[in-house]
């Protein structure tokens, strides 16, 4: 440790004594030993706040001061601008030192700014994917003056890019720069959440040469405070409507009493605290309420927001409002907060319904407990509370379930969901086709297949897909063939680049952007006709103007609260998720996590599990012809099982097939019985090996991805196929099912 820390150059040493630590950190002195005597890529995955940035910026800044480089000599890529602002506002002091210059790049920094590099290319810069592809396509003849001498590459946050597209569009942007500048730099990936270290590392390192090494560190004890508590939604009856703590006079509050509501505002109203949702519209109706609530208890209103939709005035005043010491604010936020940025001493992340993932649950409950306290969670539940002639499957608190899961997965097993790996990202190769050409000029059908295909996302990619894929952008006009028989970018093609949105490889959708006054408040998708209201940034707004050719929307603010809506899904939910709410239900363990509403609404559902059934029979009698099915299954598996059931829907008579998330089938059947349905299923597939392909009709055009739009229907049903099923995953449990009988 000694001779690690003697290799750093004095303004890091003196930093190191100036921040009182006695020793350098396990993880600070792994990154150093591998950068310092190897030539590996490195992975390091370490908890939040264990000083990850330090310990790959420490070697690296003391290989700088060693042998300056000629150019940028090191790429910082961040998915969030926020984390790009945020990631290096703790090490100024050691940046200021160093005489190492920190450059922004992305879309909300001033053309000045970047102006600067562009003159003299230096030091660190900082970059999401889609500047670092404005860069690509648009300064194509620049990047060996920007990046001719680049030594390192660090990519934070590494879980949220694995086995996405976006992820894997940086694969493809490092792999050109490497092409252009005659050699692949050495490449860093920071998480506190990686669930297959090796599988990252395979992710991090593709198309580098090099190999990775990937550090161990003892997890450590377990120090979390954390608590869950559930409720039922109440009726608006005259004598719940009223909150104990309010202040106004009379029956008109304005706010029927909700206990689960007002058990969440006591938990943050006099802590600096983050308050997470899974949806942006949760997040939204949720910061009204709060201020609501606010509002008529006479508290004062110290509530903010931060979402994707929000502009970025809003964002970053909840930013810099939870960073400082002497403020209090609280900030009801989605996946936008919980990454690596350091909002200093947070006492509370308080989580509304369970995280989607062990994932997500590890990296926002990292948020809080900085400055050697322990983390701290509350998670609350509400939901509605069940009629006598409820159907079993809304008997079951799924939610907390789920919760409970998280949580016992990673105490018990330290599980974190391993990377997903994508095989056929055809939206990216219909994005990186149009890229690769439009920085090259013109390319022949030959030298474009190889520059794209050697990219390492589409290793997979069969050449016969990818000649269809170009046969339809040519009949559409995305390319053009000249009469040398070359290929350049089309008249379709040209429209796409054109706008800025095409370096972004996420959906994104023509937004309108609202303004009240000077003041932008944000985007949202439908424009309301004049006179209506909607909510946006926790407040209520109504229409006074619209301009619609130009998308903007002018309004007033006024009193009151609204749900809102945007498109988007929830994500994946892995298979072990599942399996250990079943455990849940099956086992008498008590958690000591649960508050005493919560333990009563598991006993409760435990009760119903054990008397109906359905912990020994996956396939449940509901009465009559109707039943329901729990697979105890992933997202990709249960779709797999979902559609096997479809496939057989005639032959046993069924029909009405409904599901919520990954937690039952219900369908009606009117032939056959369970025995013989699940034997039939079970049957086939021993007869022959699951084919996915099989599953996707011809008629289907599965869309999920941004230029989806613009594939050919074929290719998009075996993308599917090939990335959204589960086959051998699907065919195990109905074989397990069918032991059952």
Not at 93 to 119: C, F, I, M, N
Request: aromatic letters at 10%; a negative charge; glycine letters at 6%.
């Amino acid at each position: 440790m000694s001779q690690i820390f003697e290799r750093f150059p004095d303004f890091i040493q003196e930093y190191i004594y100036a921040h009182g630590w006695e020793n350098l950190r396990e993880v600070q002195v792994a990154a150093a030993e591998t950068i310092f005597e190897t030539d590996k890529n490195l992975l390091l995955t370490s908890s939040t706040a264990s000083g990850k940035t330090e310990a790959a910026f420490f070697p690296i800044l003391a290989e700088l001061c060693e042998n300056p480089s000629a150019t940028v000599a090191v790429l910082y890529i961040a998915p969030l601008k926020s984390l790009i602002n945020d990631q290096f506002y703790r090490m100024e002091e050691l940046l200021d030192q160093s005489g190492v210059r920190v450059t922004h790049w992305h879309g909300d920094v001033a053309q000045s700014h970047k102006k600067k590099l562009l003159d003299r290319p230096d030091g660190i810069l900082q970059v999401t994917p889609e500047s670092l592809e404005s860069m690509l396509i648009n300064r194509s003849n620049d990047i060996v003056r920007l990046f001719g001498d680049l030594r390192f590459i660090v990519i934070d946050e590494i879980h949220t890019l694995t086995g996405s597209d976006r992820g894997n569009q940086i694969l493809c942007q490092l792999a050109r720069i490497g092409h252009l500048i005659g050699h692949h730099p050495r490449r860093i990936g920071l998480s506190a959440t990686i669930g297959d270290p090796q599988k990252a590392a395979d992710w991090l390192g593709a198309g580098s040469g090099r190999d990775t090494a990937v550090p161990t560190f003892d997890a450590g004890k377990i120090r979390w405070r954390l608590g869950m508590e559930h409720f039922y939604i109440q009726n608006a009856k005259t004598e719940q409507a009223t909150d104990p703590k309010d202040q106004t006079d009379g029956p008109a509050q304005g706010l029927a009493y909700d206990a689960g509501y007002s058990f969440m505002y006591d938990c943050v109203c006099d802590r600096k605290s983050l308050v997470f949702s899974n949806s942006r519209e949760e997040t939204e109706y949720l910061c009204a309420t709060f201020r609501q609530i606010a509002k008529n208890r006479g508290d004062p209103d110290v509530f903010l927001i931060h979402h994707g939709n929000l502009s970025a005035s809003i964002r970053e005043e909840a930013e810099m409002k939870m960073k400082d010491t002497d403020a209090m604010a609280v900030t009801c936020a989605t996946v936008t907060m919980e990454l690596g940025i350091d909002i200093g001493r947070l006492e509370r992340v308080l989580q509304n319904q369970s995280p989607n993932s062990v994932t997500s649950f590890l990296q926002r409950l990292g948020r809080s407990g900085r400055r050697g306290q322990p983390p701290e969670m509350m998670m609350v539940f509400r939901e509605e509370d069940p009629l006598p002639n409820t159907p079993l499957p809304q008997l079951i608190p799924w939610e907390l379930l789920r919760a409970i899961a998280i949580v016992q997965l990673y105490i018990e097993e330290r599980f974190i969901e391993p990377p997903n790996v994508r095989k056929l990202p055809y939206s990216l190769l219909f994005h990186q086709t149009l890229s690769v050409l439009a920085s090259s000029g013109e390319l022949t059908l030959r030298r474009l297949a190889e520059r794209v295909l050697s990219l390492p996302p589409f290793e997979n990619v069969p050449k016969e897909d990818y000649k269809a894929l170009i046969l339809s952008m040519l009949n559409n006009d995305f390319l053009e063939m000249t009469e040398e028989k070359t290929l350049i970018v089309g008249l379709g093609g040209e429209r796409l680049l054109r706008s800025f949105k095409f370096y972004a490889v996420f959906k994104d959708s023509e937004d309108y952007t609202v303004r009240c006054g000077s003041d932008e408040i944000g985007t949202i998708t439908t424009p309301p006709p004049v006179g209506d209201r909607f909510a946006l940034a926790g407040r209520v707004w109504e229409v006074e103007e619209l301009d619609i050719q130009h998308k903007l929307i002018y309004v007033k603010s006024v009193e009151g609260k609204m749900e809102v809506s945007w498109p988007g899904d929830f994500g994946e939910v892995h298979t072990r998720i599942l399996q250990r709410m079943r455990r849940v239900l099956s086992e008498d363990t008590v958690y000591p996590y649960l508050k005493e509403n919560a333990q009563k609404r598991l006993d409760v559902a435990r009760h119903v599990a054990r008397n109906t059934g359905m912990l020994e029979h996956s396939l449940v009698h509901l009465g009559g012809y109707s039943w329901c099915l729990f697979p105890w299954l992933g997202t990709r598996a249960f779709r797999t099982v979902r559609r096997l059931l479809a496939r057989h829907a005639t032959e046993f008579g069924m029909n009405g097939i409904e599901y919520e998330g990954c937690y039952f089938i219900t369908f009606k059947m009117s032939r056959g019985n369970d025995y013989e349905l699940i034997s039939r299923l079970a049957e086939e597939l021993r007869e022959q090996a699951l084919d996915p392909e099989t599953l996707v009709s011809g008629s289907e055009i599965p869309i999920f991805e941004k230029y989806d739009h613009y594939i050919p229907a074929d290719l998009l049903r075996h993308a599917y196929a090939t990335d959204k099923l589960a086959p051998d995953e699907a065919t195990a449990r109905i074989w397990e099912i069918e032991e059952e009988f």
